[in-house]
């Protein structure tokens, strides 16, 4: 046979398109030649292959090689199609006794003895995989990875001779059995270690609850950081799917997922001095950004107001539409990000506006442009603003602390389990024509809301917000419709929103 053809899987995004590898042997001068859009480290791939095919005892063709990456118009990055180059080869040249490979994908780099090594992005090609009926080849460090994928089956050696044994023996090709790994717990912050704050740990409950974004305002050390890092230990465990999708995420960024296995949401706190690359993705080679690493969980922006005006407004969009949107001159990706933002700060350059011991010493001028880095069209997209001030001596050095967590997020389930069922969401994904459904207002309630707007000058991003906060209120006071003390609530929350940003 002088010609081959292998599948394998690129990696383009979070997907993993299918790609042909055809290897055809001809007379002529020797030469190895790749073709089909590679770069540099595919293309290196050759002397990879040759010295894998050599030190694992087998015969390196002395003639014309041509490797042909198909479709040739989609980019192609990385070793990952090493070990389906190689078998290409041996294939070709008659090395091989296999009669069919059309069923089996194959994803591993090649080390120069032979040995698999593992790559980014096994997830996203082993549910594609899996979606078009084949079994796949990977690396003993991507088995459990690939493993996550039901009804997938699953191949894998330690080095280029074992797979070809394993392939040419049908008897030794047999599937990898999943591991029965203990998934080990890690230690959650619990909201017991917080004092007081009760307004901050209701509002903190209400955001978990209906999936919220809240901004925390208050002088240094009152506590906010300790709020935010909470978060996590109340929401719901992530589902199947959304776990499949969020480690999808992590395996192109090459990422350890470990800690996703036990259905935690993801917690991400990038530093201010963060770009917006960092912060959205991108690059030459488009790789996702910290919102997409915290897709389904929590972002956390400590310092709100370090972060560059630039850095900022770049979150606007994903907040919405829930994904980012990456274009370069070669290929649009989207990565998904929808995540529930959390965010810090203090009311003035030294921290001290609004404390009861009057420490702060900032002018009206100083104050106004500290608070103004932070845009009203990014505040507008927050739906909870909480004062957190500083504790007295007395209440801080006080034995015992509030609610656990186990406790706040049993009311957080119970709310969840009541949205989940109605509409099939949070009540922050609410969109706008399902507000008319499910978030519909009594005469009483609705005179009020208008009220409010008017007097408070909501946009009408903000009054949506408003609205979806009060369901969330309402269902986890187990009511059918939002009355006045949800709206109120929620309201109140919007106000407060008012005094966060002018201390």
Known sequence: MALAIIHTRAQLGVTAPLVNVEIHLSGGLPCFAIVGLPEA???????????ALLNSGFDFPARRITVN????DLPKEGGRYDLAIALGILLAS???KVKQLQAY????????????????????????CQEAGNACWVAQGNVAEAMLVDDLTVFSDSDLLSVCNSLSDEHRCSPTNAESTTVVSTNVADMADIKGQHQARRGLEIAAAGGHNILFSGPPGSGKSMLASRLPGLLPQLSRKDL???????????MDSSSLLAGSRPFRAPHHTASSVALVGGGSKPRPGEISLAHQGVLFLDELPEFPRTVLEVLREPLESGKVEISRVA???????????VAAMNPCPCGYLGDSDGRCRCTPDQISRYQHKISGPLLDRIDLFSWVPGLPAEQLMARGGGESSDDVRGRVMLAHELQMQRQGCRNAELITADLEVYCALGGVEQALLINAMQRLKLSARAAHRVLKVARTVADMNQSENINQTALLEALGFRFNGVQVVAG
């Open 331 to 341: 290929q649009q990706l989207s990565f998904p990000a929808r995540f529930q933002l």
């Open 69 to 72: 990456l198909a479709p040739a």
């Open 244 to 254: 499949l999708e969020t480690a999808a995420i992590y395996s192109v960024a090459g």
């Open 94 to 96: 008659d090395q091989l």
């Open 105 to 128: 994908e194959f994803m591993a780099e090649l080390g120069l003895g032979g040995e698999l090594r593992p790559v980014r992005g096994v997830l996203p090609a082993a549910i594609a």
């Open 41 to 51: 480290a595919v293309k290196e791939s050759r002397e990879r292959v040759r010295s």
